[in-house]
């Protein structure tokens, strides 16, 4: 059960609330070159991405905002540290959300602006505490999450005397321990929406699993409200690893879940090579099934007649599972083609009967 946080409107999504975890990414590409920008959000846009944020490190950035907004469908969040008035370039520019971090705006005055331009165009403000960019005075603080929920707070505070609540809070670590312990400590205190990640978590495969476990940890204790998976990789990446990670969890769907064995002595076909193609060919898909593949008799019936359809390896073939029942044998050679038939059967049958209802 997700914390119930106030409702923050960006662009048409709305978080918090009790609103599903909205997922977003970061363009990689350079903000000024809006057609490989643009291009780029339109493959997140394909894999589900919610909100995509793009950096604006120059005046040529924010200039190239509107032209970006204009081309996409999903709301757009401007990145910015160090310059105040790119922010206010870019409330004016139409974005509708964006990303600072008050302690390397370079004082009081300038987050004041910011806030009284973020005011006038109803425009929410992620407030985005990192550990690795906390203003020095934090830095006497007796722990890195101590000193992360202690500067959000000190911003909120402030973005308040404004009377601005127009807030989503962040207080990433690259340490999954610190950003656990910061979030929750952030959770206990306040009702602002919160957006989880772990910074810079790093490549595919070791940043998916910090982000599952910091997040997936968070995401149990029913905390956050919108979520990046920061990868060293393709952000379309970020998105399907930030699904996954909720479907596990029960909270969104995307898709087919593929149960599959990890195989062992008992196996006389070749699970593997079946379970990645059935999974890549899956991966478009939205409609939610539950797919076994199993390797032999042990567990294998018992998955495959849990699942939607399944498939439990024999003696180089496979008995096929639709519905808890046992339907047909299958050559080991062809397990993918009859899966993916029956997978297809199955999905129209979802299809007609949504429409017919
Ligand atoms: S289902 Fe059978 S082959 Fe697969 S891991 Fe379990 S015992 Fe081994």
Redesign the pocket.
Known sequence: MTKNTRQVKIGNVVIGGGNPVAVQSMASEKTEDVRATVEQIKRLEEAGCELIRVAVPSREAVEALPKIKKEINIPLIADIHFHWEYAVGAIEAGVDKIRINPGNIGGEDLVAKIVEKAKEHDTAIRIGVNSGSLHPKYYKEEDIPTALVKSCLEYIRFCEKFDFHNIVLSVKSSSVVDSIKAYRMLSEQTDYPLHLGITEAGSLMKGTVKSAVGLGVLLADGIGDTMRVSLSADPVHEVQVAYQILQSLGLRSYGPEIIS????G??DIDVIPVVEEIEKRLMTMRTPLKVAI???V???PGEARDADIGIAGGKQEGVLFKGGKAIRRVPAEDMVEVLMGEIEKLIDDVKEKEARD
């Open positions: 064995c990890p195989t062992c008992r196996c199993m390797g032999c042990v567990n294998g």
